[in-house]
């Protein structure tokens, strides 16, 4: 049933009128149309102690996703909208899949939500889709929880016949993410995790030091924490090679209104929902990003803080 939005909200906030495309007029109330409207959790995988996967019924949102988007959600009327990258979607299916690290209250609580559990509203999927073209020998490089961010762009850039490698960097062996699934399709993938405890011990930039000095490349893709972008970004300067980073600036509404996730890029501002996420990572000024990421932290530091206690207290 397709449905308009809402005209008229009564006054105690009790329920809601529709009129639907065929001009009927429906009333809901607030439950029932908390429980329309919903998204529904179908699938979930624990990852790994810190990231989850979840699998999400939104037929709408999977027909338009493409590789490289993100979607911005609100579990529930008391959260914050926060975003999250499209991992993956099934527009047969009528499901978008996402994968989430639990840093905060926010994504902490969309990690306990579990299969049959609702998310109240999902916006998307938002930003340019990577452009996936034929361009020769590519680097995708994923950090962290960017490694899921990386994977649906470094098959992509598969299927379109390049000649891909990839990079995935974690702090340690448990925290490694996504190795199967990229394996699946790229012969090329190197491991560094902080410790050593799998693969190479290092960084992901010591591997691509040796990739630069041992063969000439179109295109380096770098997806993680931004000093491992901005890393990544320096190193393939003096190259000259082309490099994308998908930046992760504070976001808010996600559609170029408020002005939360502004950077300075090319000595311009630009948003990064709707001018980005993907940047090219030799115009982007790191440090202001950085800086304009970390203006938060004691509001989220008390946040989790209070949610730990009020965890305490439920148990
Ligand atoms: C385009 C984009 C795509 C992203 N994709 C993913 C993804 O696929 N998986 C994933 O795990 N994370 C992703 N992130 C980061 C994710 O949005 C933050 O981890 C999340 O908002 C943290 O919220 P919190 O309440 O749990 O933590 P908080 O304690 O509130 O914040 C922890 C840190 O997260 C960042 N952050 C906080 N609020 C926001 C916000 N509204 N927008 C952006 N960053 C914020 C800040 O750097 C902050 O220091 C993405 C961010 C962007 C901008
Ligand atoms: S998040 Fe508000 S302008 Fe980008």
Redesign the pocket.
């Given at each position: 049933m397709a449905f308009n939005k809402p005209r008229w909200l009564l006054k105690e906030n009790k329920g809601v009128f529709f009129f639907s495309k065929k001009k009927y007029v429906f009333f809901f109330t607030k439950k029932h149309y908390n429980e329309v409207r919903m998204y529904k959790i179908i699938y979930k995988k624990q990852l790994n102690p810190e990231?989850c996967l979840l699998e999400i019924e939104a037929k709408d949102l999977a027909i338009a996703a493409k590789a490289g988007q993100?979607i911005?959600l609100r579990i529930d009327e008391q959260g914050?909208?926060?975003?999250?990258?499209?991992?993956d979607f099934d527009r047969e299916k009528g499901t978008i899949t996402?994968?989430?690290?639990?840093?905060?209250?926010?994504?902490?609580?969309?990690c306990a939500l579990n299969v049959g559990e609702n998310i109240l509203d999902i916006a998307g999927p938002?930003?340019h889709a990577t452009k996936v073209e034929n361009i020769g020998k590519v680097i995708c490089i994923g950090g962290g929880?960017?490694t899921?961010?990386t994977y649906p762009i470094a098959k992509a850039m598969n299927e379109k016949g390049n000649d891909v490698t990839v990079i995935i960097g974690a702090r340690n062996k448990d925290l490694v993410i996504c190795e199967k699934e990229i394996k699946e399709f790229c012969d090329n993938v190197h491991i560094t995790t902080d410790n050593g405890s799998y693969g190479r011990k290092g960084f992901v930039t010591d591997v691509l030091k040796e990739l630069l000095e041992k063969n000439t490349y179109d295109l380096v893709f770098a997806i993680g924490p931004l000093i491992m972008m901005k890393m990544v970004s320096e190193m393939t300067r003096p190259k000259k090679i082309k490099t994308l980073v998908?930046?992760?600036?504070?976001?808010?509404d996600?559609t170029g209104m408020c002005g939360?996730?502004r950077v300075q890029y090319d000595g311009k501002t630009k948003f990064?929902?709707v001018d980005?996420?993907e940047f090219d990572g030799h115009l982007v000024d790191f440090e202001d990003v950085m800086r304009r990421?970390?203006r938060?932290?004691d509001?989220?530091?008390k946040?989790?803080e209070n949610y730990g206690h009020k965890c305490k207290i439920g148990l």
């Open positions: 990231i993100f911005v914050e909208r926060f975003p999250l990258t499209l991992y996402i994968v989430c690290q639990a840093i905060g209250v926010s994504t902490k609580k969309l938002l930003g929880v960017g899921a961010e998908s930046l992760n600036s504070i976001m808010i996600g939360g996730c990064t929902c980005g996420p990421n970390g938060y932290k509001k989220e530091t946040a989790m």
